[in-house]
């Protein structure tokens, strides 16, 4: 899988085709299975990343947001955070070259990603830190890592508040673990929900960062909630945090 074939465009190559296909609807099966079918086999973004070899449509969602913010540099160490299947992981490797660094993280188990380091493991376990620091060559953790992606989301109830605190929570941890491995300059990924971010996520991004944006990339469907909130220009932890004792 060449990086030459994918190009930069990130743009899913046939956005301005008309794709529409019809799908005949089988016997018993549930009317919201057939639409989400139906709007699978019509999304020029599916098919487009199965004619380049992406896991998942989702690859073009972070290859528009590093074509607008340049969050992945070649020669880059980077961290997919809940990385399966490895859509994200394999626009990561590509971006990276060969002289960079890819861990994809997952708690579940995950198929290899050629040029990457997959990694099976709790990002919020104290092992992992030392581990991931490991595969990137570092010491312990601090400075390991240049771009720290987060396309996580947790199961959703239904209740747009309670998904919406529950998504923030995890982009919250997500940032926490981001502050452990960057190195100055670095950027942060992170999916949360339209409304924006809560005001202490917020706070604690321009803590920490020198530019954070809300943005939703033309890959996210029109009709998802879903947005991603992009920090770059990392300044370090927080003194106050980084200098506060155990226990």
């Not at 490895?86 to 290899?112: C, F, H, K, N, Y």
């Not at 992606?149 to 309670?162: F, I, K, V, Y």
């Not at 009709?223 to 770059?232: G, K, P």
Request: proline share 6%; net charge positive.
């Amino acid at each position: 899988m060449s990086n030459g074939a994918k190009g930069r465009s990130g743009r899913g190559g046939g956005r301005g085709r008309n794709v529409k296909q019809k799908l005949r609807t089988a016997r018993g099966r549930k009317i919201s299975s057939t639409r989400w079918l139906q709007r699978q086999l019509s999304d020029p973004y599916v098919a487009e990343a199965k004619r380049l070899g992406y896991r998942s449509r989702a690859a073009f969602k972070l290859a528009q947001m590093d074509e607008r913010y340049h969050l992945l540099k070649p020669g880059g160490r980077v961290v997919d955070l809940g990385a399966a299947p490895g859509g994200w992981t394999q626009v990561a490797v590509e971006r990276a070259g060969e002289g960079g660094r890819v861990v994809g993280l997952d708690i579940s188990e995950m198929e290899p990603v050629p040029g990457a380091e997959i990694l099976q493991g709790d990002f919020l376990e104290e092992d992992c830190l030392e581990r991931l620091s490991a595969l990137l060559g570092g010491d312990g953790g601090a400075g390991v890592a240049d771009a720290v992606l987060s396309d996580m989301a947790p199961p959703a109830t239904g209740h747009r508040p309670t998904d919406h605190l529950r998504i923030v929570a995890l982009a919250e941890a997500a940032l926490d673990f981001a502050e452990a491995v960057l190195a100055p300059g670095g950027c942060f990924v992170a999916k949360v929900l339209q409304g924006g971010s809560e005001p202490e996520l917020l706070k604690k991004l321009r803590r920490s960062f020198r530019k954070v944006h809300h943005v939703k990339p033309p890959a996210s469907r029109a009709d998802s909630a879903e947005l991603y909130v992009v920090a770059t220009g990392f300044r370090g932890r927080p003194a106050a945090e980084a200098d506060e004792p155990d226990g």
